[in-house]
């Protein structure tokens, strides 16, 4: 836990609350899988459906206790990254992900458009009475 000796608004006493944070997720990340495999197994010989209930009340309970541990640290106001993270995306990255991002939902949107009026030219066709 923190050092309760540190002054509660220092930056020191916040990063180490951080890294308590992240030691604590991926706890709660190890218990889910956990749960998560159990829920997998569960029609499988040799499950035993005990250890997946009692799986997901530690996860329930380890939730509750991460939730309470950034709301009292004031943690939780920020995002968790893992902490192999060293340095965050360069701007010309972040500008070619939301440049394709767009493209792929311009070419979409265009697709669908297409496919409406194509579907609209097809009801109105039959429609139309035939003359023979």
Same mark, same amino acid.
């Given at each position: 836990?923190?050092?309760?000796? $540190?002054?509660?608004?220092?930056?020191? @006493?916040?990063?180490?609350?951080?890294?308590? *944070?992240? %030691?604590? @997720?991926?706890?709660?990340?190890? $218990?889910?899988?956990?749960?998560?495999?159990?829920?997998?197994?569960?029609?499988?010989?040799?499950?035993? !459906?005990?250890?997946?209930?009692?799986? @997901? *009340?530690? $996860?329930?309970?380890?939730?509750?206790?991460?939730?309470?541990?950034?709301?009292?640290?004031?943690?939780? *106001?920020? !995002?968790?990254? %893992?902490?192999?993270?060293?340095? !965050?995306?360069?701007?010309?990255?972040?500008?070619?992900?939301?440049?394709? %991002?767009?493209?792929? $939902?311009?070419?979409?949107?265009?697709?669908?458009?297409?496919?409406? %009026?194509?579907? *609209?030219?097809?009801?109105?066709?039959?429609?139309? !009475?035939?003359?023979?």
């Amino acid at each position: 836990m923190p050092d309760t000796n $540190l002054d509660p608004n220092s930056p020191e @006493l916040f990063k180490e609350n951080i890294k308590v *944070a992240q %030691a604590h @997720l991926r706890h709660v990340q190890s $218990l889910a899988r956990d749960a998560l495999d159990g829920i997998e197994r569960a029609y499988q010989a040799h499950t035993n !459906p005990t250890q997946t209930v009692a799986s @997901l *009340a530690t $996860l329930k309970q380890s939730l509750h206790d991460l939730s309470e541990l950034l709301r009292i640290t004031g943690v939780g *106001a920020l !995002p968790l990254l %893992a902490s192999d993270v060293t340095e !965050p995306p360069q701007e010309n990255q972040l500008a070619d992900q939301t440049t394709k %991002a767009i493209k792929t $939902l311009f070419n979409r949107n265009s697709q669908n458009q297409e496919s409406s %009026a194509v579907a *609209a030219n097809l009801l109105t066709a039959s429609d139309v !009475p035939s003359h023979r």
